[in-house]
């Protein structure tokens, strides 16, 4: 009996996955543990495995498709099984494993097009041109008309047979100038002849095929749509401001120097970031709204410390949380760090180590930026921005020296956070900064 593959549910909070690519096509033997596809949530990028033994009889979505959760994508059976409805073909695009459909995809493109188009036999008439060939018609301006018979299965139009109508025959643009010259004309000198009117409506038509040939499209998808939406969100449920301030760092890469130069390379991986965040974890209590979610009109403070890590991917920017950072020394941060970016950039991040942080902490020192507006991780109330260590000319009792200072930008929701209390904030991180070197805490 077939066996209808769906697109897995992956956490709570995961309304649909994007499909990267499918590793079986129609007609391979799968067991329950083949790899189907590789697919992409909002968080992180998993594999689906078969889950039964048999034969792929569809694929019924393509690559980059956005699938809700529990969707079919697939379809598992025995070789000539009849299976499903054409209630179900209506709801997604297939691709036969019979021989004869197999044989007439000659290319990239011819495949990816076949696999969009429903078989005749299930809708009752044909699709005489592919999703793709119509949007290519629509920005070029072809006329459906002018194709009187694709390169695809049974004549079905492509989309690279309206990309070759369009530069070999005219468009429903070109086709409403009338009897207007061609470039070469206007090499020969024979531009004076034209109409005003008539070289208005060539340029803006030349103009309007350039402006085409110059962008490329690319949809929000996955992490990144996730992340476009959560930014949008945060700026318009919050009232963010940020200040800047910078703290003494002279210690700071002193201490560094020093755990550097141990043998435990645990210990002598420790980085300034590292150093930080254990600065950051050691205030936290004493400023409770800063280590809390703001729901509605309800603020709710935490007692333990779930650390947001922001980490630059691939795939985009995503933020692990370091649990309960409070109970952690500082190697302890330091490894947790380091095991949750690396499996942020490999995408193998499991989806639970993505959510649930209480404050959240970004690092774009390391790329030398001076200052930044960091935005608030919604529902959080507040974000550190860590920025560049650099020379700064400071008034001391000794006149005007030269320190290194390490910049901080601090965003806060001026809901629950004002500007005083976000500056006492700062001040006493600066002054845990700075001493770094002598202020008691565990490796």
């Known amino acids: 009996?077939?066996?209808?593959?769906?697109?897995?549910?992956?956490?709570?909070?995961?309304?649909?996955?994007?499909?990267?690519?499918?590793?079986?096509?129609?007609?391979?033997?799968?067991?329950?543990?083949?790899?189907?596809?590789?697919?992409?949530?909002?968080?992180?990028?998993?594999?689906?495995?078969?889950?039964?033994?048999?034969?792929?009889?569809?694929?019924?979505?393509?690559?980059?498709?956005?699938?809700?959760?529990?969707?079919?994508?697939?379809?598992?059976?025995?070789?000539?099984?009849?299976?499903?409805?054409?209630?179900?073909?209506?709801?997604?695009?297939?691709?036969?494993?019979?021989?004869?459909?197999?044989?007439?995809?000659?290319?990239?493109?011819?495949?990816?097009?076949?696999?969009?188009?429903?078989?005749?036999?299930?809708?009752?008439?044909?699709?005489?041109?592919?999703?793709?060939?119509?949007?290519?018609?629509?920005?070029?301006?072809?006329?459906?008309?002018?194709?009187?018979?694709?390169?695809?299965?049974?004549?079905?139009?492509?989309?690279?047979?309206?990309?070759?109508?369009?530069?070999?025959?005219?468009?429903?643009?070109?086709?409403?100038?009338?009897?207007?010259?061609?470039?070469?004309?206007?090499i020969q000198g024979t531009s004076s002849k034209m109409p005003e009117a008539a070289q208005t409506q060539t340029a803006k038509a030349e103009s309007a095929t350039n402006e085409k040939t110059e962008f490329q499209s690319i949809p929000l998808i996955g992490i990144r749509k996730r992340i476009a939406g959560r930014m949008h969100d945060s700026v318009q449920?919050?009232?963010?401001?940020?200040?800047?301030?910078?703290?003494?760092?002279?210690?700071?890469?002193?201490l560094r120097a020093r755990l550097k130069a141990q043998e435990n390379p645990n210990i002598a991986s420790i980085t300034i970031g590292d150093l930080v965040l254990m600065a950051v974890v050691r205030i936290l209590p004493e400023f409770p709204e800063f280590n809390a979610h703001l729901e509605g009109n309800e603020l709710r403070l935490f007692k333990p410390i779930h650390l947001g890590v922001a980490v630059d991917t691939p795939r985009g920017l995503m933020v692990p949380v370091i649990r309960n950072a409070q109970a952690l020394p500082l190697i302890g941060i330091s490894m947790e760090v380091k095991r949750l970016a690396k499996a942020c950039q490999s995408g193998r991040a499991d989806p639970g180590s993505l959510s649930g942080s209480t404050f959240t902490v970004t690092n774009l020192g390391a790329f030398g930026v001076e200052w930044f507006t960091p935005i608030v991780n919604a529902p959080e109330t507040a974000i550190l921005g860590l920025c560049t260590i650099r020379p700064t000319p400071l008034k001391t009792d000794k006149g005007i020296e030269t320190r290194m200072r390490i910049g901080l930008s601090l965003t806060v929701d001026h809901q629950v956070i004002d500007g005083a209390y976000a500056a006492r904030f700062l001040r006493r991180l600066a002054e845990i900064i700075a001493d770094i070197d002598i202020m008691p805490f565990s490796l």
């Open 1 to 186: 009996m077939a066996e209808k593959i769906i697109m897995p549910k992956l956490g709570n909070t995961v309304e649909s996955s994007v499909i990267l690519s499918w590793k079986v096509k129609p007609g391979d033997i799968v067991t329950k543990d083949t790899i189907l596809c590789e697919i992409e949530t909002d968080k992180a990028t998993m594999e689906v495995p078969a889950g039964v033994d048999g034969t792929v009889l569809a694929l019924l979505k393509k690559e980059g498709d956005d699938v809700p959760v529990l969707e079919t994508i697939a379809i598992v059976g025995q070789p000539g099984e009849v299976w499903g409805n054409t209630e179900v073909f209506s709801q997604a695009s297939t691709v036969s494993i019979s021989p004869s459909a197999t044989a007439s995809v000659t290319s990239r493109e011819e495949k990816e097009e076949a696999e969009t188009a429903m078989p005749k036999e299930l809708h009752g008439e044909e699709t005489h041109s592919s999703p793709r060939a119509r949007m290519a018609m629509y920005h070029l301006g072809v006329d459906p008309e002018a194709i009187d018979k694709g390169s695809g299965p049974d004549g079905r139009i492509l989309e690279k047979d309206v990309i070759e109508a369009s530069i070999q025959g005219p468009s429903i643009q070109e086709a409403t100038i009338q009897e207007i010259p061609t470039q070469e004309a206007f």
């Open 237 to 254: 449920t919050t009232a963010q401001y940020t200040e800047h301030s910078s703290a003494d760092a002279e210690h700071l890469l002193a």
